[in-house]
């Protein structure tokens, strides 16, 4: 059964940094990739990043292109997002996704969603 | 502003049948598999259709997906008092390099 829960979550001031971690368990991790996708408090669904199964490829909405990095431990089962110079509107609930392709390049098939955690950025 | 563009409301009455369009362009829903998603009240968003039609596994034969050129539609026949959910489209956008989302559609049953 996959599970993926995220953490790391929090308050912090604009301009401030967060890392969050999303743990996936119930498939073989290192052989898909992983999305992050926020949602802003009574808004929808924005895709945030993408990284491939190898981690050779990355790709970010222009959002928060140069701010925010996405990265994987494949020993830990482990994705994280390095949020840096955090602006207001990046005040949302971020969930990771499993991308359906086996080796895939990515896409917008998201089978298996985390629960999300919250990130507030407020001073 | 989403780039794929969908109605922000839907509604209809028990057993009725609802649409949800969900309009692109030729970068994404033209080349690529759209997918829906549902998301229920205070929880996280769940796979309902994919690669424009296939249902996956538990996801009940009243609910349907198409695509035509650039657009797609979800139908949900048969409503039910717990089909009351946001529904977004998505499609991966070629020219961005990543999947894009429609703003979503409340669908309320009367």
């Known amino acids: 059964q996959v599970h993926l829960e995220e953490s790391g979550g929090g308050v912090v001031q604009p301009g401030g940094s967060l890392r969050l971690s999303c743990t996936a368990s119930?498939?073989?991790?290192?052989?898909?990739?992983m999305h992050w996708v926020r949602q802003a408090p009574g808004k929808g669904l924005e895709w945030v990043a993408f990284?491939?199964?190898?981690?050779?490829?990355?790709?970010?909405a222009d959002s928060v292109k140069g701010r925010f990095t996405v990265s994987r431990d494949d020993s830990e089962n482990a994705l994280y997002l390095q949020m840096n110079s955090l602006r207001t509107e990046d005040t949302a609930v971020y969930y990771c996704?499993?991308?359906?392709?086996?080796f895939g390049t990515g896409g917008a098939f998201l089978d298996y969603w985390g629960q999300g955690t919250l990130v507030i950025v407020s001073s | 502003q989403s780039v794929l563009t969908q109605p922000p409301s839907a509604s209809g009455t028990p057993g009725q049948r609802v649409t949800i369009s969900c309009s692109g362009s030729?970068?994404?829903?033209?080349?690529?598999?759209v997918y829906w998603y549902q998301q229920l009240p205070g929880t996280a968003p769940k796979l309902l259709i994919q690669?424009?039609?296939q249902r996956p596994s538990g996801v009940p034969d009243r609910i349907s997906g198409s695509k035509s050129g650039t657009s797609a539609s979800l139908a949900i026949g048969g409503l039910r008092s717990e089909d009351e959910a946001d529904y977004y489209c998505?499609?991966?956008?070629?020219?961005?390099?990543?999947?894009?989302f429609g703003g979503g559609t409340k669908l309320t049953v009367l």
């Open positions: 996704a499993k991308d359906y392709g086996v």
């Open positions: 119930g498939f073989i991790f290192r052989r898909h990739g």
């Open positions: 990284i491939k199964y190898d981690g050779s490829i990355k790709y970010y």
């Open positions: 030729s970068s994404n829903i033209a080349k690529n598999n």
């Open positions: 690669k424009n039609d």
């Open positions: 998505a499609a991966w956008d070629d020219s961005l390099s990543g999947p894009v």
